[in-house]
T-cell receptor, first 115, second 117 residues
Framework: ETGVTQTPRHLVMGMTNKKSLKCEQH?????MYWYKQSAKKPLELMFV???????ENNSVPSRFSPECPNSSHLFLHLHTLQPEDSALYLC??????????????FGPGTRLTVL | AQSVAQPEDQVNVAEGNPLTVKCTYS??????LFWYVQYPNRGLQFLLK??????LVKGSYGFEAEFNKSQTSFHLKKPSALVSDSALYFC???????????????FGKGTKLSVIP
């Protein structure tokens, strides 16, 4: 799990706050992902970056804004969130997202609570 | 679009007994199939994957999975369960063709495994 790190591990924010989640991968991978994990629901893919370019935005509301300054770092900027956005946000990385057999490796997640 | 079904929300097994966690899938063409495990307050940890070849795939911590194309299944198994195997298990599928959407790894809802001492 130390290959992909996420900070903070826990975050509580009000609906008017602005905060950012950070992900860093130490695996030399070229692709990075944001997922949302809510209770009793399958993991939802939010964003995919390949070589620092966004290749997928899975109909995510604009209150979530990703940023990938380089292939090792990925951010998720949050603003004016809703209580239903409370979830575990997982970051993942993989070597090459265009290869079907490519394995994604996950970070420990950030537990977000929106009050 | 691909999909994954994990028909059991929870599986209980006694320590030392064999365990099976079920997974069926739907995908166009040939699948790539994955199993992940999630311990409490942790991220997903990769266990094993099927790409091609031998239908029985061996993975980490003594787990294995059997690919059955005719039944579109990829059940996770272990011959002797440990209490430490208690966790949430996720099956995932991805199509084997490349191109738009091929990076989409579709997960099941997860199965909670409880190994009883």
């Amino acid at each position: 799990e130390t290959g992909v790190t996420q900070t903070p591990r826990h975050l509580v924010m009000g609906m008017t706050n602005k905060k950012s989640l950070k992900c860093e991968q130490h695996l030399g991978h070229n692709a990075m992902y944001w997922y949302k994990q809510s209770a009793k629901k399958p993991l939802e893919l939010m964003f995919v970056y390949s070589l620092e370019e966004r290749v997928e935005n899975n109909s995510v509301p604009s209150r979530f804004s990703p940023e990938c300054p380089n292939s090792s770092h990925l951010f998720l900027h949050l603003h004016t969130l809703q209580p239903e956005d409370s979830a575990l946000y997982l970051c993942a990385s993989s070597q090459d997202n265009t290869v079907g057999a490519d394995t994604q490796y996950f970070g420990p997640g950030t537990r977000l609570t929106v009050l | 679009a691909q999909s994954v079904a994990q028909p059991e929300d929870q599986v209980n097994v006694a320590e030392g007994n064999p365990l099976t966690v079920k997974c069926t899938y739907s995908v166009s063409g040939n699948p790539y199939l994955f199993w992940y495990v999630q311990y409490p307050n942790r991220g997903l940890q990769f266990l094993l994957k099927y790409i091609t070849g031998d239908n029985l795939v061996k993975g980490s911590y003594g787990f294995e999975a059997e690919f059955n194309k005719s039944q579109t299944s990829f059940h996770l198994k272990k011959p002797s369960a440990l209490v430490s195997d208690s966790a949430l298990y996720f099956c995932a599928v991805r199509p084997s063709y490349s191109g738009a959407g091929s990076y989409q790894l579709t997960f099941g809802k997860g199965t909670k495994l409880s190994v009883i001492p």
